[in-house]
């Protein structure tokens, strides 16, 4: 559609447009870089240079190596992984249920279950409530504390369910035809159908367990089942590094704390590029409404 | 009416695996949200563990007086409302402006790029973020070297209550507005091609056609993002809160979502604690009530 011929002041638009966005990105993307850089160089060598890095000064991986070696970084990278695919498998699989219950029209009562999900959008106990459920449940200091109190989220139900409703009813009759039951309906014909919503749905609940830290530091006592985000507050925020290296100098616990940023973001921006094309078939417009 | 009962009894019969289907979603939200939002009336009561909630003895309003005479409350409700303001007048419109600019790119790979590489800090967690954030404002950091090349002196960016709410905003800003044009731009999508042909043939330039087409048609999508947002005026960013709050920026960063945590789970105040949380959550719900009202009135388009 745009063979129209452009006016001066278009052209003088384009060009500044497409500037300002390619500044954006370098600004978005430069932190990271120079986080990388610095957990691969010299500490010394950084702290003489000073002000922005290009490329590694000195090259050394010797922080990486402290990195590995040690046992709290470790154990959370272990307990977070755990605490992903086990949060995420629970998650998926009541979002499928809610989100396919809620959108065929045969669902009993569905207005009421509609309007009881999504009041919870609005209105919640709040913090304190749910942290004497949790107690009163006996879950402090159990890994279920992670897992259970965040099962659903209302938003990733209503994600699905606007994608499920777009899917022609003519396919479910079809297989109520060949007397298939609600189950085998869910997962031979409308999962896989419905696979850009569900690859949203998992990076949601993936990236929420992956960085989540505060219910881990309010429900748990024990450092063995401590997620790697809370490790993370102490070393970064706290600016603890003491467990690392007794004997660093000060230098080195900066590099220190740019290889551990380096290690716990990498997950994510590897997983990244293979979901990302299902950003926004997977999240439709619809979805906002409801 | 027999006849309409027995029928409904076997129309539920003929959905049981529907419901059997639903039925852990739904104690899911009854144990985990409604149970908490019933524990609100230890708001209303003296609660004392060894006595259960509901054992616990009712004290009527007295948490909430206590909590209105207090010396933190104006400032609390000041600390909140300013944030809230800075970040819905600085933060909430950028995300339509970027998605507006990226929809005049043409070039579809470039286009993917950028917003590849925009919606990634969205998904870098908290804690990562405040992180950086305390490793390049520091006194030392990275950008007081780069402004003392320029000339000017370190600033203390983390612990003084000047900076701390353009710290908290910009870096809100750096993370998400990528992140945020993704609904913007599903919506712009969406708008009908040939509109822009027949404004383009009535001789419409770009100008006339992003006010009489574009925005009309994203219209609908901000004043939803809106009202939710609203909605949310008095909670947002609690996390966030939490990470870059310190002794130096505490009367500024002190909001009522953070002095929850701290009167009940630091200090065990739990009824007062869920009076606080009680009041905000009214608050935040009455806002959204007010403006989805208002929105109805104006522009008919609703949450519901």
Not at chain 1, 73 to 85: K, M, S
Not at chain 1, 159 to 180: F, K, Q
Not at chain 2, 205 to 219: E, H, N, Q, R
Request: proline share 4%; net charge positive; aromatic share 16%.
């Amino acid at each position: 559609m745009q063979n129209f011929k452009k006016s001066i002041g278009e052209k003088i638009f384009g060009v500044s447009n497409y500037t300002f966005l390619i500044l954006l990105s370098i600004i978005t993307i430069y932190p990271f870089y120079y986080v990388l850089c610095a957990s691969l160089s010299d500490s010394y060598a950084v702290l003489a240079k000073g002000g922005l890095m290009l490329y590694p000064v000195g090259f050394n991986v010797g922080a990486y190596a402290l990195v590995f070696l040690n046992n709290n970084i470790v154990v959370g990278y272990a307990n977070t992984l755990f605490y992903v695919f086990a949060g995420v498998s629970l998650n998926i699989i009541l979002t499928m249920f809610a989100a396919y219950c809620l959108s065929r029209r045969t669902m009993p009562f569905k207005r009421f279950f509609m309007l009881m999900i999504t009041f919870t959008m609005y209105f919640s106990g709040g913090l304190i409530p749910n942290y004497l459920l949790v107690k009163s449940l006996g879950l402090l200091n159990s890994r279920l504390a992670l897992i259970l109190p965040g099962a659903v989220a209302t938003w990733n139900v209503i994600i699905l369910r606007t994608y499920m409703l777009s899917i022609p009813n003519s396919m479910e009759e079809a297989a109520r035809i060949d007397s298939a039951n609600d189950l085998n309906i869910l997962f031979r014909i409308i999962a896989p159908i419905s696979i850009p919503a569900i690859a949203v749905n998992i990076l949601f609940y993936a990236v929420g367990h992956w960085n989540s830290w505060f219910p881990a530091m309010i429900y748990l006592q024990d450092k063995n089942k401590f997620p790697l985000q809370l490790f993370l507050r102490q070393i970064l925020i706290q600016a603890d590094v003491s467990d690392m290296a007794d004997y660093a100098t000060e230098p080195i616990a900066e590099n220190i704390k740019y290889a551990t940023i380096i290690v716990s973001i990498i997950p994510i921006l590897f997983v990244f590029p293979f979901l990302q094309r299902f950003f926004v078939t997977g999240m439709m417009v619809g979805a906002i409404k409801e | 009416m027999r006849k309409n009962f027995d029928a409904n009894l076997k129309e539920l019969f003929k959905n049981r695996l529907l419901l059997l289907m639903f039925a852990p979603v739904f104690f899911y939200y009854v144990i985990f949200n409604y149970i908490p939002m019933f524990g609100l009336i230890i708001a209303f009561k003296d609660f004392r563990p060894y006595l259960g909630i509901l054992g616990s003895p009712w004290i009527g309003f007295d948490n909430f007086r206590q909590f209105f005479k207090s010396f933190y409350f104006w400032a609390l409700l000041r600390n909140t409302f300013v944030l809230n303001i800075y970040d819905l007048i600085f933060y909430f419109p950028m995300p339509i402006i970027l998605a507006l600019l990226l929809n005049e790119v043409k070039r579809k790979r470039f286009k993917t790029i950028i917003q590849t590489v925009s919606y990634i800090p969205h998904f870098i967690s908290l804690v990562v973020i405040v992180g950086l954030i305390y490793d390049f404002f520091s006194t030392n950091g990275i950008i007081n070297q780069i402004i003392g090349f320029l000339g000017i002196e370190p600033q203390r960016f983390l612990n003084t209550n000047k900076w701390y709410i353009p710290m908290f905003v910009g870096s809100t800003l750096w993370q998400n507005v990528g992140w945020g044009t993704i609904i913007y731009i599903s919506a712009l999508t969406s708008i009908d091609h040939a509109l822009y042909e027949a404004a383009y043939i009535d001789g419409a330039g770009s100008f006339k056609k992003l006010i009489y087409i574009t925005l009309p048609g994203i219209a609908p999508t901000i004043i939803i993002l809106l009202i939710l947002r609203i909605g949310h005026m008095m909670s947002v960013g609690f996390e966030k809160v939490l990470l870059l709050q310190n002794p130096g920026n505490i009367e500024v960063s002190e909001v009522i979502s953070t002095y929850v945590y701290r009167k009940g789970l630091i200090e065990a105040n739990y009824s007062f604690a869920a009076a606080v949380g009680l009041f905000n959550g009214i608050i935040n719900f009455l806002l959204l009530y007010l403006v989805n009202m208002l929105s109805r009135k104006f522009s008919e388009t609703s949450l519901w």
